[in-house]
């Protein structure tokens, strides 16, 4: 197998890893990217989607109120 083209073999569409087949692989249809692990594909995801914790100072951007209960209700 010496005619192996190193840009042919597949990597972690995150950390970049070589894939091969003992590693726990993830494929995003969306994305149409392989990951090396679950953990390596909800990084993407969460990166991909620019999520980030919900902070009080958004309460206001998004019309939040909190209720007395402490649910989130929007106007």
């Given at each position: 197998?010496?005619?192996?083209?190193?840009?042919?073999?597949?990597?972690?569409?995150?950390?970049?890893?070589?894939?091969?087949?003992?590693?726990?692989?993830?494929?995003?249809?969306w994305l149409c990217e392989f990951y090396c692990n679950p953990d390596c594909a909800m990084s993407r995801y969460f990166e991909y989607c620019e999520s980030r914790p919900f902070e009080e100072e958004f309460y206001k951007d998004y019309s939040i109120k909190v209720l007395p209960d402490?649910?989130?209700?929007k106007e």
């Amino acid at each position: 197998m010496s005619n192996i083209k190193e840009e042919n073999l597949l990597h972690c569409g995150y950390c970049g890893k070589v894939l091969t087949n003992k590693t726990e692989i993830e494929y995003s249809r969306w994305l149409c990217e392989f990951y090396c692990n679950p953990d390596c594909a909800m990084s993407r995801y969460f990166e991909y989607c620019e999520s980030r914790p919900f902070e009080e100072e958004f309460y206001k951007d998004y019309s939040i109120k909190v209720l007395p209960d402490g649910r989130l209700y929007k106007e």
